[in-house]
């Protein structure tokens, strides 16, 4: 499980029914067209730091593996999050999303959902493209490493 590192997103298809879905305020739908975040991820110890970049607004998020934590999105709602890895995946649950985050050689595919919406999202390596067959119901986001952290932990 080698999440850590930093990730920028490059492409992106359907987000925008996403976020409404989700009832996205405008200004986070306006924010996503015009910036593409990058996401650091540190692991120290049972701790992981999860910091989302952008040009407007940092935010950041720390969680231990099956701990309840308490996570703030962008625009203020709160919920309470668990995460878990199973089979080398990172998976966040609230009551009202899931998020399983995976990686497949060097890429970080991560696939969200609220309640029957369904996220793609796909982080990859640089110079590397991948055609995929997107439903309506579906967002695919293309992330590519900008370079790897020294883990702090060995695990």
């Known amino acids: 499980m080698d999440f850590v590192g930093t990730w920028k997103v490059y492409s992106e298809e359907n987000l925008e029914e996403f976020l409404k879905a989700v009832e996205a ?13 990058t ?13 989302l970049k952008t040009p407007v607004f940092n935010k950041v998020h720390s969680f231990k593996l ?34 399983v985050r995976e990686i497949q050689g060097d890429e970080m595919v991560e696939v969200s959902g609220f309640n029957s919406f369904k996220n793609f999202h796909k982080h990859e390596g640089f110079g590397v493209r991948s055609k995929q067959t997107v439903s309506k119901r579906k967002v695919i986001i293309h992330w590519a490493p900008l370079r790897k952290t020294v883990k702090l932990d060995s695990r």
């Not at 305020?25 to 975040?37: A, Q, S, T, Y």
């Not at 996401?39 to 910091?51: A, L, P, R």
Request: hydrophobic letters at 30%; a neutral charge; aromatic letters at 8%.
């Open 25 to 37: 305020p405008e200004m986070i739908l306006k924010m996503r067209k015009d910036f593409k975040p």
């Open 39 to 51: 996401v650091v991820i540190e692991h120290n110890g049972d701790e992981f730091i999860y910091t």
């Open 66 to 99: 099956g701990k309840e934590t308490e996570i703030i999105t962008v625009d203020g709602r709160k919920y309470k999050c668990t995460v878990r890895e199973e089979n080398g995946k990172l998976i966040a649950q609230t009551d009202k999303f899931a998020s």
